[in-house]
T-cell receptor, first 115, second 115 residues
């Protein structure tokens, strides 16, 4: 257990529905990252936050994807109008301090299945 | 993802033997590299990192080698144990068009330790 938690661990939804995932980082970590991982692939960066500021979101897969971190603590990732291609593992990671050289601690992920 | 991604490179090693996992990276401007281990049902776990001003770094039972000339990274695990069975990913940093840094992960190698 890295100290990063994600909820839910599994989500099954029907195509067209909206889903929201939550990530609770390690409490003092100011950076929070979201990744998507499909079967057999490495994690794919989506977006990240420095405290409550979203610093990079150009890699969000479409405008159906959005993320928030309103108080600089937990974060949510929402997917609107889900499609079957959205089925994947969604991973959250957090790190202490600015910069890529600080170790990212990953949560267990939320596995999304879109029927 | 593409179907080719479902067929991870695999490596089977007898318990107690040494293993070497290789990774080719793409961006000659990357200056930071990390190896992650991912066990089934868990998020990636940091193993060891290396900056581009080094060509070798050692940890406990693990060594990372960096060859910038051919853009190649390797992870050596000594005296493998059953708990080393996992998928191993290399990752490199990448600076986006917006000046923000992110990690880019490779496809991964599945290591199986044979008792």
């Amino acid at each position: 257990d890295t100290g990063v938690s994600q909820d839910p661990r599994h989500k099954i939804t029907k195509r067209g529905q909206n889903v929201t995932f939550r990530c609770d980082p390690i409490s003092e970590h100011n950076r929070l990252y979201w990744y998507r991982q499909t079967l057999g692939q490495g994690p794919e960066f989506l977006t990240y936050f420095q405290n409550e500021a979203q610093l990079e979101k150009s890699r969000l897969l479409s405008d159906r994807f959005s993320a928030e971190r309103p108080k600089g603590s937990f974060s949510t990732l929402e997917i609107q109008r889900t499609e079957q291609g959205d089925s994947a593992m969604y991973l959250c990671a957090s790190s202490l301090g600015a910069g890529i050289y600080n170790e990212q601690f990953f949560g267990p992920g939320t596995r999304l299945t879109v029927l | 993802g593409e179907s080719v991604g479902l067929h991870l490179p695999t490596l089977s090693v007898q318990e107690g033997d040494n293993s070497i996992i290789n990774c080719a990276y793409s961006n000659s401007a990357s200056d930071y590299f990390i190896w992650y281990k991912q066990e089934s049902g868990k998020g990636p776990q940091f193993i060891i990192d290396i900056r581009s001003n080094m060509d070798k770094r050692q940890g406990q039972r693990v060594t990372v080698l960096l060859n910038k000339t051919v853009k190649h990274l390797s992870l050596q695990i000594a005296a493998t144990q059953p708990g080393d069975s996992a998928v191993y990913f290399c990752a490199e940093n990448e600076i986006s068009n917006f000046g923000n840094e992110k990690l880019t992960f490779g496809t991964g190698t599945r290591l199986t330790i044979i008792p």
